[in-house]
């Protein structure tokens, strides 16, 4: 029998989110992927990539591991999305393993999936997070129970090959890490507020105000 895999897009979804864990659950032996999407349209992500759904909401079987990326403001519409939210609460109450990347956590907990949860997400939105009943943990992958969530972006990696060692033995994933060649040696110190200069968080933090607020506004209507 297969080990069905879904992940949930939505238009504007941040591509990374969704692409770095699938293609490292698409390397476990028996799994079978499933892209959903609320129609078999193409879907637009904030990168301007396009990807095409393998099933609806409608015709996907039940998930064994159900993934839901991130996305700025991709996230907040989908938040809002009703038949998205649906869905996502559907499919995990018979899915063995609930997760999330980066602001795709606040579709779980849209859905009513963190509450009472340890969990994290973007650095940008942590704050956000008991906003939907969870506990934030600083943490790059968060497990509470058979609820995983991850941080921001490049986190779906990490998290990608922490399943995958969770479902089928630390040995596979690392053989999964070296086939990938992911070996990180990033050329700045900067991927988190910790490590990032005081001139570097000036010019970024800014963008995410705005962000902040309208994760707020949206939370509240959920």
Not at 67 to 78: L, N
Not at 117 to 134: C, N, P
Not at 174 to 196: C, V
């Amino acid at each position: 029998m297969s080990f069905n895999i879904g992940f949930v897009i939505f238009p504007r979804v941040t591509q990374l989110d969704f692409t770095g864990p699938q293609q490292i659950f698409a390397r476990l032996p028996g799994s079978a992927m499933h892209i959903v999407a609320e129609s078999a349209a193409p879907v637009l992500s904030d990168s301007g990539l396009s990807f095409v759904p393998t099933h609806t909401f409608q015709d996907c079987p039940q998930l064994d591991l159900i993934c839901v990326p991130g996305g700025s403001e991709g996230a907040i519409q989908a938040m809002g999305d009703a038949d998205t939210v649906a869905f996502v609460k559907r499919q995990s109450q018979g899915a063995k393993y609930v997760t999330s990347v980066c602001t795709g956590a606040f579709i779980l907990g849209a859905a009513g999936l963190l509450k009472g949860r340890r969990a994290t997400t973007h650095w940008a939105f942590t704050e956000l997070l008991s906003l939907v009943g969870a506990k934030y943990e600083k943490a790059r992958i968060v497990c509470d129970g058979n609820v995983i969530t991850a941080g921001g972006v490049t986190s779906g990696i990490d998290f990608g090959l922490s399943v995958v060692a969770e479902i089928a033995g630390d040995t596979l994933g690392q053989r999964i890490q070296l086939g990938m060649e992911y070996d990180p040696h990033p050329p700045f110190k900067s991927g988190h507020p910790d490590e990032a200069s005081e001139a570097i968080k000036t010019a970024v933090f800014p963008r995410y105000e705005t962000l902040r607020t309208a994760f707020r506004d949206q939370i509240a209507r959920v």
